[in-house]
């Protein structure tokens, strides 16, 4: 066996945490031959809760589970970490305005990017979970200089299978028929998934569905989708999240497939006319380990105007954030 990976899961007691270390014991997450190292970060008051979780790992009697610890400290937390999965956050609350949750976001964020900087691996990959993400990614990369930006993404390949499955369904295939579906943007509602450039079964896909639906009732679905499985379900969408992690975190260690793509929110390197320095979701190819922006796509009127409309959600809430000095 190779040496043990040190994984690094913040908000280990809540749903999404609760989940996905079940998906890291069964090898799904790093490998069926990568044993693993897990810090679980949780709130103080949320220890008892994580103790309990760490219990019932032990009963998975994984034999890719060398050690598992439960702190609430970051510095502890994060030393040595080869991954870091932010997913902890704090959620919104009645009452509670945009710019609280931006303050309270922020504070997080700040505080365990210091830490990654300070004490994790010196490859240590970060994938952002917590919302918003976007920001929220934005705000650890900026409080951890000696960690190369590209290292940082946000969660956005939730979005990206809910768009595969929505055309996959409209066309009547199987989603590996489907490849370069995009999401651009933000993970909100302003978010921007692009079939200009899908492929179903080889052909493009606006010739294999009509443009009206591609340009209106699949956007709204696959961006309000999350709000639809609260309205249907009375929760958050978690088990898809959980997918949504694996599929990400496989294909940045694996490689995406030749002729395809996935998508993850990044530091924009002034790509595609995003604002550098915004974390943007961006259609993203990995190799060696590391992810890609997909160079020279075309980039038509109607994808501008959308893409333009959510970079400016995400300045609009980096301006929020730098006035409460936490950039
Ligand atoms: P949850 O409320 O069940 O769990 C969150 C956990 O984080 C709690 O156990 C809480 O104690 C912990 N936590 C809060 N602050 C913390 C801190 N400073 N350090 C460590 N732990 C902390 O929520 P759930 O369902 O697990 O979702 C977590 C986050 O993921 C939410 O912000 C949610 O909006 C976001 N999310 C993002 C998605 C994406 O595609 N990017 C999709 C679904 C959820």
Sequence with gaps: MPRPVTLTLSGAAGQIGYSLLFRVASGEL??????????MLERP??????????????????PLLADVAVTADPRTAFDGA????????????????????????????RTQGAAINDVAADDVRVLVIGNPANTNTMIAAAHAPDVPADRFTALTRLDHNRALAQLALRAGVSTREIARVTVWG????????????????????????????????????????????????????????????????R????????????????VSDGSYGVPAGL?????????????????????????????????????????????????
Excluded: K
């Excluded at 340009?215 to 639809?228: D, K, L, N, P, Y």
């Excluded at 260690?253 to 990044?266: C, E, M, N, Q």
């Design 82 to 109: 080869d991954h870091a999965i932010l997913v902890g956050a704090r959620p919104r609350t009645a009452g509670m305005e945009r710019a609280d949750l931006l303050e309270a976001n922020g504070a997080i964020f």
């Design 186 to 249: 933000n993970h909100s509602r302003t978010q921007y998934p692009d079939l200009r450039h899908a492929l179903v079964g080889g052909r493009p896909a606006l010739e294999v569905v009509d443009r009206a639906w591609a340009e209106g009732e699949f956007i709204e679905t696959v961006a309000q989708r999350g709000s639809a499985i609260i309205a249907a379900r009375g929760g958050s969408s978690v088990a898809s999240t959980v997918t949504a992690i694996v599929d990400h975190v």
């Design 251 to 266: 294909l940045r260690r694996g490689g995406t497939p030749p002729g395809d793509w996935s998508s993850a929110g990044r």
């Design 45 to 62: 008051d949320a220890l008892g809760a994580a103790e309990g979780v760490a219990l019932e790992l032990q009963d998975a009697a994984s």
């Design 279 to 327: 974390v943007c979701s961006f259609p993203v190819t990995a190799a060696d380990g590391d992810w890609h922006v997909v160079p020279g796509l075309e980039v038509d009127a109607f994808s501008r105007a959308r893409i333009d409309a959510s970079v400016a959600e995400l300045a609009d809430e980096r301006d929020a954030v730098r006035h409460l000095g936490l950039l």
């Design 30 to 39: 790093l490998g069926p031959d990568t044993p693993v190292r897990v810090r």
